[in-house]
T-cell receptor, first 114, second 111 residues
Framework: ETGVTQSPTHLIKTRGQQVTLRCSSQ?????VSWYQQALGQGPQFIFQ???????GRGNFPPRFSGLQFPNYSSELNVNALELDDSALYLC?????????????FGQGTRLTVV | DAKTTQPPSMDCAEGRAANLPCNHS???????VYWYRQIHSQGPQYIIH???NNETNEMASLIITEDRKSSTLILPHATLRDTAVYYC????????????FGKGTLLTVNP
């Protein structure tokens, strides 16, 4: 148990729809990162939020967007879903003020786009 | 972040030590070596990290060569629950917590 919780655990959406995934970070952690993991691949960095601001972004289109709230929880929004968006979406939290520490991952949300 | 190279798969007998190699020949002086593992359908789990010196914790040991171009993760007494994909990641320590995952090594621990 890492203290990072994600919801929902599984989700099925239709191509073209929009989806919102949620993440509650571990207590005391003010940085949240999102990753996409396609089947058989390692997780790929989407973006990171620190104190409600985007603090780095990977190679993902603008239809992937996020939010971080004052309590450091976060949302990942994906618009205009495509079949290739089917993946495990992982949230990770870490304490930004502590250097060289590890990130704690949630169990992920399995998104299937049909 | 520097690129890493790991074997795609390894086997280990239960109770024996598992030694997982990682090459990171382009590592920079300020880059750390991190190891995570991912048990099937779960989120990645942090194992250990180091800069220059060998490190040990309750899960594993990390041996980094003197030139820092390679490292080995050692699980001293592998159990069936250690079957997982192990990722070696090299990243700059500090404020940006982006982790660049490769495909990792699938370690299978056999009874």
């Amino acid at each position: 148990e890492t203290g990072v919780t994600q919801s929902p655990t599984h989700l099925i959406k239709t191509r073209g729809q929009q989806v919102t995934l949620r993440c509650s970070s571990q207590s005391g952690h003010n940085t949240v990162s999102w990753y996409q993991q396609a089947l058989g691949q390692g997780p790929q960095f989407i973006f990171q939020y620190y104190r409600e601001e985007e603090n780095g972004r990977g190679n993902f289109p603008p239809r992937f967007s996020g939010l971080q709230f004052p309590n450091y929880s976060s949302e990942l929004n994906v618009n205009a879903l495509e079949l290739d968006d089917s993946a495990l979406y992982l949230c990770a939290s870490s304490p930004q003020t502590v250097l060289n520490t590890e990130a704690f991952f949630g169990q992920g949300t399995r998104l299937t786009v049909v | 972040d520097a690129k890493t190279t790991q074997p795609p798969s390894m086997d280990c007998a239960e109770g024996r030590a598992a030694n997982l190699p990682c090459n990171h020949s382009t590592i920079s002086g300020n880059e750390y070596v991190y190891w995570y593992r991912q048990i099937h359908s779960q989120g990645p789990q942090y194992i250990i990290h180091g800069l220059k010196n060998n490190e040990t914790n309750e899960m594993a040991s990390l041996i980094i060569t003197e030139d820092r171009k390679s490292s080995t993760l050692i699980l001293p007494h592998a159990t069936l629950r250690d079957t997982a994909v192990y990722y070696c990641i090299v990243r700059v320590g500090g404020s940006n917590y982006k982790l660049t995952f490769g495909k990792g090594t699938l370690l299978t621990v056999n009874p």
